[in-house]
């Protein structure tokens, strides 16, 4: 099973973009661009389920858990949020209610189905990453996070460094940590393996991009799941 915390840019009308451009919200700082994309057409050619989130991170993370810091970001990579500043509690909840909580629910209820029927599962947590952030270029095209407890995760890591060597990275650009919420929340109670796979964005800006990725990446998946037997 495929998610996608942040594939989606859109903003309620009634926050008027949180006060952002047009442009602002085309950054990364509003969406993980490519994984909307990426995650549709890969789930189609390995016949998963793909459930992503349409709103903005901006608007709310759905990674973060609700009261952290970072789950209404007032600055994301230097640029202030206007509709982020000084929110109420009232204004908080509005969101987790409206957003954040039908989000969940929408993988949960996937995920219990396969439980009931007995249909073993992967949870595939897609992300995409700037390729240059706070000054500093990065130059993986590939990362997968995990709290190196994932058997799943070892084998994609073999795999994908198999093909593109030193630049998939582990860990990197981020690493798997306390701040992390949806993998722990879906992953932990149900005992399942997981997979957090970040992808360079200037390698999916483009549907010619992401269509050209789909095939490489459901080889890593297939030669991850016969390595495990």
Known sequence: MLVGDHAGREVPVRLKNLGLSDAELDRHIAWDIGVAGLGRLLAR????????????????????????PG?????????????????????????????FEPYHQAVAAVLDARQTAKRPTILLALHSFTPSMDGFDRPWRFGV?????SAFSRAILA???ARWGD????????????IDYTVPRHV???GLDYLELEVRQDLIATLEKQQGL????????????????
């Open 167 to 178: 630049e998939v990275g582990d860990n990197q650009p981020y690493s798997m940590d306390e």
């Open 214 to 229: 789909v095939e490489p990446l459901a080889g890593v998946l297939d030669e991850a799941l016969a390595a495990l037997g």
């Open 71 to 99: 789950s209404i970001a007032e600055v994301s990579d230097g640029t202030v949020v206007p509709g982020n500043q000084r929110l109420g509690e009232a204004d908080r909840r509005a969101r987790v209610e409206a957003i």
């Open 145 to 149: 996070l995990h709290r190196r407890d």
């Open 159 to 161: 795999a994908l460094r």
């Open 45 to 68: 050619r390995i016949d998963a389920i793909f459930v992503r989130q349409r709103y903005s991170r901006l608007v709310i993370d759905c990674n973060r858990a609700p009261g952290h």
């Open 188 to 190: 932990d109670p149900r």
